[in-house]
Nanobody, 121 residues
């Protein structure tokens, strides 16, 4: 069974940096799009950044110029480098990966377990 394991969350001061990692394991034929979402207390889940199989990226306005999404296809991994963090970035961050297990099946979306990012003094 395919699983996504996230890491890299923690407590950081405003203006600091964190790098989130998400690695997929299990039977994987191919991976298409990958992305990072976050959900703050009392708010809906929102897209932070996404990256396609051909390296096209998309960012939420709140993440532009501060966050960078990248992927390593050899490791089935996606990363989110977060710089100049603000208190409003505090949330649980989830990775999402579109995975094809075999050639005869289509893509399905798999979610990570979430990692908590807290930005506070």
């Amino acid at each position: 069974q395919v699983q996504l394991v996230e890491s890299g969350g923690g407590l950081v001061q405003p203006g600091g940096s964190l790098r989130l990692s998400c690695a997929a394991s299990g039977v994987i034929f191919s991976i298409k799009d990958m992305g990072w979402y976050r959900q703050a207390p009392g708010k809906e889940r929102e897209l932070v950044a996404s990256i396609t199989s051909d390296e096209r990226t998309n960012y939420a306005d709140s993440a532009k110029d501060r966050f960078t999404i990248s992927r390593d296809n050899a490791k089935n991994a996606v990363y989110l480098q977060m710089n100049r963090l603000k208190p409003e970035d505090t949330a649980v961050y989830y990775c999402n990966v579109q995975i094809r297990r075999t050639v005869i099946y289509g893509y399905v979306e798999v979610w990570g377990q979430g990692t908590l990012v807290t930005v506070s003094s």
